[in-house]
């Protein structure tokens, strides 16, 4: 959408200040929020406590840092929500990818009802869920990260499924019939031509499913039973909770820079198509 | 297209497995656990005993439930008022010409893109902390005395506010899609016919938006009833009455916390299932209220 800009013109822009003090107050206040706490990183405790964060008395106290990595954890849990959001950006992919495609291509029995259930699986609360999940891990002995890497993929399948559906079924069929012509098997062709065609909605949605999956807590707390497998969010909050015996505020802002980080560098490089993805997505009533 | 059966059963099958082990057999089972008395959630089916309504009957009759009950209220009336309104406050002035407004968007939905933990505990830590937060050294600037904004009063309160900041981006920017998904001659007729921003915004925005603000409020039922992370963060180690909600006291029924005498897996089946209705009924009731009367333009 190509939108020309109106030229400046005092009177307008002051119609509008109400508008511009509103946003502005929002967008300031959460400045001041992050700078503080990128300040606190920054300090000692001692300064936290006596609230002088941002005059850096005693310098910057990068040392935060290297705390609240090494002696905190920091570094495990960050290294296994990677491996959680990555592994299961890849699996999600690998089985919604070839449901949605055929969804899309052909109505088959029982394709009707598949439909229904995605949609209706994207708004199942994951209380409804967790409680058997958790009796079946039990039952079948599986623990440790794999079991959280296939719970965020199955957590993902019925929204990745329906979001690539709307691309696949906006492909000609011609291609596919040009495929069969030079005699390409239809699996291959799927792989091969028609899985490439739709890479923005595959970059789009695996961003969605990183994002999701990096910030997923709930199912985190409940199914992590190891230091070895904790991920970022309930890692956080067990830095959060033994700060009051440990008094180091400043690794604790560095810990919450850490896990802050990194979603928000790819919002920075990629806000663009968030934002147009949050609404081009499920959203429709 | 020729139709390819051993193609469409590999390709499909993955999804189903995924649907009916993730999905409908926990759906169901979660549903006929909360008709059993099930104390331990891996207890053998034979160790199931069932016995009617008593679970919902126990859970309405548990003081920890009703308070959650009434927190919850207060986050989905209280918050979602606000949360709503701020919102379409923000989308209205977001696609009113202003300008940077590609910048003010993704500011606003910033939020919900970083890790909600870290979010959280940026609020706690330093906004409402006592000693040096910034909320009190607003206050003593104007020359008041310090207030405990995290003390039982005020707590939930808190709580909402902060969530409530970090909400408004994502339903503005559903707003912002359907606002500019109303074609503009309409505005421009109704400027030429004298009609002003505001009589603008009730007489034309808003009506076209119905089917969208149905949308935005089962959204917001939804996570106001799953409502879980803020109140963890906000009482970390031990649930407060304060801040505890319905999806906390069904995590210490069934898997133990502080103060719950015996494990209760099948009253946790039954919160679980209160709180789905609770989601279709509003669904229902909205759809029913805010019929979207398929107007043309």
């Given at each position: 959408m190509e939108k020309t800009k109106p030229k400046f013109n005092w009177k307008r822009e002051c119609r509008m200040l109400p508008g511009y003090l509103v946003v502005l107050l929002y967008v300031g206040f959460m400045v001041v929020m992050l700078s503080w706490i990128i300040g606190a990183s920054l300090s000692t405790s001692r300064e936290i406590l006596t609230g002088?964060?941002?005059?850096f008395e005693s310098g910057f106290h990068w040392e935060n840092y290297i705390t609240a990595w090494k002696t905190q954890n920091v570094s495990i849990f960050f290294g296994n929500s990677l491996l959680y959001s990555v592994v299961s950006c890849a699996g999600v992919l690998l089985i919604a990818a070839p449901s949605a495609y055929v969804l899309s291509r052909w109505h088959f029995t029982g394709s009707r009802l598949i439909r229904v259930a995605l949609v209706l699986s994207m708004s199942v609360p994951a209380i409804m869920i967790i409680m058997p999940l958790y009796t079946l891990a039990v039952r079948w002995g599986i623990r440790g990260r794999i079991l959280l890497i296939a719970l965020y993929i199955f957590m993902r399948v019925p929204y990745t499924a329906i979001y690539m559906l709307d691309f696949f079924a906006t492909l000609s069929h011609d291609y596919e019939e040009a495929a069969a012509i030079d005699g390409c098997s239809a699996g291959r062709t799927f792989w091969v031509i028609m899985l490439p065609l739709i890479q923005p909605a595959i970059i789009t949605v695996t961003i969605f499913n990183f994002l999701s999956v990096w910030n997923e807590f709930f199912m985190a707390l409940i199914f992590t039973s190891s230091k070895e497998m904790t991920p970022v969010g309930v890692g956080l909050l067990q830095i959060v909770n033994s700060m009051k015996y440990s008094g180091n505020y400043g690794g604790m802002f560095a810990a919450v820079i850490i896990v802050f980080l990194p979603t928000f560098l790819l919002y920075l490089v990629m806000s663009r198509r968030i934002i147009s993805g949050v609404t081009a997505g499920g959203v429709k009533g | 297209m020729k139709k390819n059966k051993t193609l469409i059963f590999l390709f499909i099958a993955p999804t189903v497995i995924c649907l009916l082990l993730m999905y409908v057999y926990p759906v169901f089972r979660t549903v006929i656990m909360s008709f059993f008395q099930v104390e331990?959630?891996?207890?053998?089916?034979?160790d199931w005993s069932f016995n009617g309504v008593d679970n919902y009957i126990k859970i309405f009759h548990t003081a920890g439930f009703i308070t959650s009950l009434k927190n919850f209220l207060a986050i989905w009336i209280v918050g979602g008022a606000i949360t709503l309104s701020l919102a379409m406050l923000m989308a209205a002035i977001l696609t009113s010409?202003?300008?940077f407004q590609g910048f003010f968007r993704a500011a606003i939905y910033l939020p919900n893109v970083v890790s909600a933990v870290a979010l959280a505990t940026m609020w706690v830590q330093y906004?409402?902390?006592?000693?040096?937060g910034l909320l009190n050294q607003f206050v003593t600037m104007l020359g008041f005395d310090k207030i405990r904004w995290l003390g039982t009063d005020g707590k939930l309160w808190a709580m909402i506010a902060a969530y409530i900041y970090g909400s408004i981006g994502y339903y503005m920017l559903i707003y912002i899609s359907g606002i500019e998904g109303i074609p503009a001659d309409l505005y421009e007729s109704a400027t030429i016919n004298g009609a002003s921003k505001s009589t603008q915004f009730f007489r034309i925005t808003l009506p076209l938006l119905k089917g969208i603000i149905r949308t935005t409020i089962t959204f917001w039922t939804i996570n106001a009833a799953t409502f879980y992370l803020w109140s963890k963060l906000f009482s970390p180690v031990q649930t407060e009455g304060s801040t505890i909600v319905p999806v906390v006291y069904l995590y210490d029924t069934v898997f133990g916390g502080k103060g719950v005498v015996t494990r209760d897996a099948g009253a946790g089946a039954a919160v679980g299932v209160v709180l789905t209705l609770i989601i279709i009924a509003v669904y229902l009731l909205t759809d029913r209220l805010l019929r979207s009367n398929d107007l043309e333009y």
């Open positions: 002088k964060v941002l005059n | 331990d959630l891996t207890a053998d089916l034979s010409g202003i300008r906004i409402f902390n006592y000693d040096y």
